[in-house]
């Protein structure tokens, strides 16, 4: 355990960037919904000092769940609109794009 932990010092994880919005999970606890920047939250009372689970779940944009489903048979399809979307439009960048750090504060 770094020596600042020891002294009542705190741990976050940083998320880096995210697009655009992700839930965080450590050993079974809700640490919530990051949104915004800093995409960070506190560990501290979660975590342990071996054997962690981390889940994080990163929202897609809706604008490429449309543009995938537009490549699909109507029949496949899970979304339904008045906008039509290309399929072979670039999509936007989404996801847990990083870098994904810890950070140790007093």
């Known amino acids: 355990m770094p020596e600042n932990l020891r002294k009542g010092g705190r741990l976050r994880l940083n998320l880096g960037v995210v697009k ?20 960070s939250v506190e560990i501290t009372n979660a975590v342990k000092p071996a054997g962690n689970e981390l889940e994080i779940d990163v929202i897609n944009l809706w604008p490429n769940r449309m543009m995938g489903d537009a490549a699909l048979p109507a029949e496949q399809r899970l979304t339904r609109s008045n906008i039509k979307m290309d399929a072979k439009a670039p999509l936007l960048e989404s996801g847990l794009i990083g870098a994904v750090a810890l950070q140790v504060a007093r």
């Open 20 to 39: 655009n919005v992700a839930e965080v999970r450590l050993n079974g606890r809700n640490l919530g919904v990051v949104w915004t920047e800093p995409f």
